[in-house]
């Protein structure tokens, strides 16, 4: 059983289009993290979320950390190419470590010009 | 400030070699940590290492191994290569470590075995 699911799996829009990929568990998480990863790149880190109900904005992208720490969603408004990439759904421990992160297998987003 | 580089960026080996891959990471952080991406499994947790110690392993047999230096470059050694090792094996440093730490990911060397 994956500790977080990410949905949808493969999301493919025209520029200009919003879209929302979203992460959830069962479990209570004190942080998540949202990571982009390009084609040939690793992951890069676009923000971190602790509290419950957070809101948090950058540039086009709206991530939002669910009010019981189970969950999180990320919007993108007027999606652009580049926005093209994985995006993954982080939170740090899993297994009873805490020198660790845990990812989800991530939303693949094409944005087609 | 330099970022984290992982070489080679391409290996291509043979069922039943080994490999050394290794990662330098940012100027002054402590902390090394190793995954493995593959497309079925996604990114999962190798070890992390913290001043020349392993603070952490994942659940992946023995023959995945690392260490890490007193410069804090850190090397992984798969030894008994098998088909399934086939993957993108990123290397992320951070100043502590920790899951609450960001991570500065490398762009991964990309091993094939054959």
């Known amino acids: 059983t994956q500790l977080l699911e990410q949905s949808p799996q493969f999301l493919s829009i025209q520029e200009g289009e919003n879209l929302t990929v979203y992460c959830n568990s069962s479990?209570?998480?004190?942080?998540l993290q949202w990571y982009r990863q390009e084609p040939g790149e690793g992951p890069v880190l676009l923000v971190t979320?602790?509290?419950?109900?957070e809101v948090k904005k950058l540039k086009r992208l709206t991530f939002q950390f669910g009010d019981a720490r189970k969950d999180s969603s990320l919007h993108i408004t007027a999606a652009q190419p580049g926005d093209t990439g994985l995006y993954l759904c982080?939170?740090?421990?899993?297994?009873?470590?805490?020198?660790?992160?845990?990812f989800g297998k991530g939303t693949l987003l094409t944005v087609n010009p | 400030k330099a970022g984290v580089t992982q070489t080679p960026r391409y290996l291509i080996k043979t069922r039943g070699q080994q490999v050394t891959l290794s990662c330098s990471p940012i100027?002054?952080?402590?902390?090394v940590s190793w995954y493995q991406q593959t497309p079925g499994q996604g990114l999962q947790f190798l070890f992390e290492?913290?001043?020349?110690?392993?603070?952490n392993k994942g659940n992946f047999p023995g023959r995945f191994s690392g260490r890490q230096f007193s410069n804090s470059r850190s090397e992984m050694n798969v030894s008994t290569l098998e088909l399934g090792d086939s993957a993108l094996y990123l290397c992320?440093?951070?100043?502590?470590?920790?899951?609450?730490?960001?991570?500065?990911f490398g762009p991964g060397t990309r091993l094939t075995v054959t």
């Open positions: 100027s002054g952080h402590r902390s």
């Open positions: 982080v939170v740090p421990g899993g297994g009873g470590s805490n020198y660790k992160l845990t």
């Open positions: 979320v602790v509290t419950g109900g």
């Open positions: 992320a440093s951070s100043f502590l470590g920790g899951g609450s730490y960001e991570q500065y």
């Open positions: 479990s209570v998480f004190s942080s």
């Open positions: 290492y913290f001043s020349e110690t392993q603070r």
